[in-house]
C-alpha cells in the first residue's frame, strides 16, 4: 500500500462509541490538521490544529502530561494513587494492568496494576487494597523480557527482575517491553546504570519434551503422562495436560542429587531419573533418557548445594511441589 492510500480516509458502519474510546483510552489520537472555512469560495476562517487526545495512563506513559502545570498534574497524581501510598515528590511515571507471581507455598499469579515511579516499581491491587511487590529503582540490578507458555500452551512474555541481595521476582504487564524500556530510562535519568549493562541472555527452553512423572497419592502410586520443560529461568516444569498448575517446579538449588535408577516404567527404557529433592523424591521416566541426563546435570551442575541431612526434615517427604 503506497503512503497515499493509507492517508485516505476509512469508514467502518461496524465502529461504535466504545470501540472510538477504547482506542482513545489505550492507543490514543494525534490530529494534525489545518482547515480553511469558506463561503461562496471566498476564504473566511483558517483553522490549525495540533492535538494529541489519550486516556489519563497513556498521556503519562509517553510523558505527555509532562508540559502541564503543575497544579494539573498534581491533581491527576492524586487522583490515580489515592489508593497506593507514595513518599514525598515521588511522581507517576506509568501505570498498566500487571500482575506478581507468587512463588512461595502457593505458586500463583496475583493480578493488580504495574505502577513505575521516580523511585519504585510496584504491583498494586486496588480492591482489597494491597501492594504484591515492589522495589526500589536503586536495588534493581537486572531487568529483561521472559518468555514462557502459559497454562494453555501459548506464548507469554513474562519481566524477569533480579535486585542487589540476590532475589528475584517474576511479572506480567499488559506491555512488557514498553514497561521494561521505561524502567531503563528511568535508570539512565537518574543514573542508576546497572539494570543496563551486560544483562544476562534470554534463554529458551534448555529441554523440554513428553516425561511420565511418579505421584504419589493417597498410598497409592501411579505413573502420570505429562509434558517436562527444562529453562534457566523457570527451572524444571512438569505438568499434566488435565491439571491446572505444574505438579513439579524445581530450581538448581532445589536438588540435592541427581542419578539413573533401574525401575519399571511406562517407557522402552529400563531405568528412570530420580531427582532428590528437599521437598522429597521426584521420579520421572522418560524415552530420552540420556539425553534428559545430560541436559539435568548441565543445568544442575556447579549450582548444587551442599546436601543437608534428609532425616532432619521435619515434613514428610512430597512429590507434588
Do not use: C
Not at 509517553?62 to 492524586?78: F, H, L, N, S
Amino acid at each position: 500500500m503506497t503512503d497515499t492510500a493509507a492517508m485516505q480516509p476509512s469508514r467502518d458502519p461496524r465502529a461504535t462509541l466504545p470501540d472510538l474510546i477504547e482506542v482513545l483510552l489505550n492507543k490514543g489520537v494525534y490530529l494534525n490538521l489545518d482547515l480553511i472555512i469558506s463561503v461562496a469560495d471566498v476564504p473566511l476562517i483558517g483553522v490549525n490544529l495540533r492535538t494529541t487526545i489519550a486516556g489519563i495512563e497513556t498521556m503519562l506513559e509517553y510523558g505527555m502530561m509532562r508540559q502541564w502545570d503543575e497544579q494539573t498534574r498534581a491533581w491527576v497524581r492524586k487522583s490515580m494513587t489515592a489508593h497506593l501510598p507514595m513518599g514525598e515528590d515521588e511522581e507517576i511515571i506509568a501505570k498498566m494492568a500487571g500482575g506478581h507471581y507468587q512463588d512461595n507455598f502457593y505458586r500463583t499469579w496475583r493480578p493488580g496494576s504495574a505502577y513505575l515511579t521516580n523511585r519504585r516499581l510496584i504491583i498494586h491491587r486496588r480492591d482489597p487494597q494491597e501492594t504484591l511487590w515492589e522495589a526500589n529503582l536503586s536495588d534493581i540490578t537486572s531487568i529483561r523480557p521472559l518468555n514462557e507458555r502459559s497454562i494453555g500452551g501459548e506464548g507469554r512474555t513474562r519481566i524477569h527482575v533480579e535486585l542487589r541481595d540476590a532475589s528475584t521476582a517474576k511479572l506480567s504487564a499488559v506491555d512488557p517491553e514498553r514497561l521494561i524500556g521505561l524502567v531503563k530510562e528511568q535508570l539512565r535519568d537518574t543514573s542508576m546504570p546497572q539494570a543496563l549493562e551486560a544483562e544476562a541472555p534470554q534463554h529458551g527452553p534448555l529441554y523440554e519434551g513428553r516425561v511420565w512423572f511418579l505421584e504419589s497419592r493417597s498410598g497409592d502410586i501411579t505413573w502420570r503422562a505429562g509434558r517436562a520443560t527444562l529453562s534457566e529461568g523457570e527451572g524444571l516444569v512438569w505438568k499434566s495436560p488435565m491439571d491446572s498448575r505444574a505438579l513439579v517446579r524445581l530450581h538448581p538449588g532445589d536438588v540435592w542429587d541427581l542419578e539413573t535408577k533401574s525401575r519399571h516404567n511406562p517407557t522402552d527404557q529400563p531405568a528412570v531419573l530420580s531427582l532428590t529433592t528437599k521437598h522429597g523424591t521426584t521420579v520421572l521416566a522418560t524415552e530420552d533418557l540420556e539425553t534428559w541426563q545430560q541436559s539435568l546435570a548441565a543445568w544442575w551442575g556447579s549450582r548444587a548445594p551442599v546436601p543437608a541431612d534428609p532425616a532432619a526434615e521435619t515434613t514428610s517427604p512430597k512429590n507434588e511441589l
